[in-house]
């Protein structure tokens, strides 16, 4: 099992569910986990359950909610041996999720922000407590992708223990991709049109990197979900 912490206060639900369905259609299981303090994957993902935790399944993709830790979960699944996926996926806003859901130096770490001075100071608290230097990918939404942004987040992490990771992604901040989010959303659907072709080579890169998976095998899995 690989864990994958998507960290910062920005929204990132729908991004981290687009990038597990691309998963999911390789074939691979996959648990979303969201830990954050508003869990907006409660309102946002269909489901007939309504209790403070559990889990559904959102087109082949399990989506855990409502869950303070690891062992919960395994309770949960009665299973306190491991969880049985291939990818846990955790949305992460604070140290506590950090901590309780046990991210380790060796796991994948994005952080998701945009310029916004709250979700840049916010986001970072996170960091504030680690003890050893870890390896964190940027996913950036701007809408001009200006080398001073990115310098004012170096400045801003600066004391942290962070190692960035010189490749950087970024999401455009456009109209166009809110609105299919949005559409998507009502339907109760995941699909990719009327997304930019941006953000989705972005998922589709992300996709691939988590998996280490060759490039034309993520290619195929995307299609499949373009006809959706």
């Keep these: 099992m690989k864990k994958v912490a998507f960290i910062g206060c920005y929204d990132k639900a729908d991004m981290i569910i687009y990038i597990s369905k691309i998963l999911t259609n390789m074939g691979k299981k996959v648990l979303v986990i969201d830990s954050t303090v508003l869990q907006k994957t409660r309102y946002i993902v269909p489901t007939m359950k309504a209790f403070k935790q559990y889990i559904t399944t959102f087109e082949n993709v399990d989506i855990a909610i409502g869950f303070e830790n690891i062992g919960q979960i395994k309770v949960y ?13 955790i949305d992460i806003d604070s140290y506590r999720g950090y901590y309780y859901f046990q991210i380790k130096t060796e796991d994948k770490k994005y952080f998701v922000t945009s310029f916004d001075i709250y979700n840049l100071r916010r986001g970072l608290q996170v960091f504030r407590k680690l003890e050893e230097a870890v390896e964190v990918t940027k996913l950036l939404f701007t809408k001009e992708m200006l080398a001073e942004e990115d310098n004012y ?46 953000y989705i080579d972005n998922i589709a890169f992300i996709a691939e990197e988590i998996s280490g998976d060759s490039q034309s095998n993520v290619r195929r899995a995307l299609k499949m979900l373009e006809r959706n």
């Design 153 to 198: 987040l170096n400045y801003l992490s600066k004391g942290l223990k962070i190692k960035w990771n010189t490749n950087i992604l970024y999401f455009p901040f456009e109209i166009g991709d809110q609105t299919a989010i949005f559409s998507n959303q009502r339907s109760g659907r995941i699909q990719l049109k009327g997304l930019s072709s941006q």
């Design 77 to 89: 699944l009665g299973n306190m041996e491991k969880l049985d996926y291939d990818y846990v996926l």
